[in-house]
């Protein structure tokens, strides 16, 4: 078994926007806040907690 520690900051930020590309967000939703916020998640966290 190994063990992923997770994307950094600047990584989730990234993939959150590939994410939000497709779908409508509203403009004041600011990926580098929620990538903040979302310590320890991998990308597949986020995409998959819709």
């Known amino acids: 078994m190994s063990w992923y520690p997770g994307s950094d900051i600047i990584g ?4 959150l926007k590939v994410h939000m590309r497709k779908v409508p967000i509203s403009d004041d939703v600011k990926p580098n806040l929620i990538a903040r916020g979302t310590p320890g998640f991998s990308g597949a966290d986020p995409a998959n907690s819709h």
């Open 12 to 15: 989730r930020e990234q993939i």
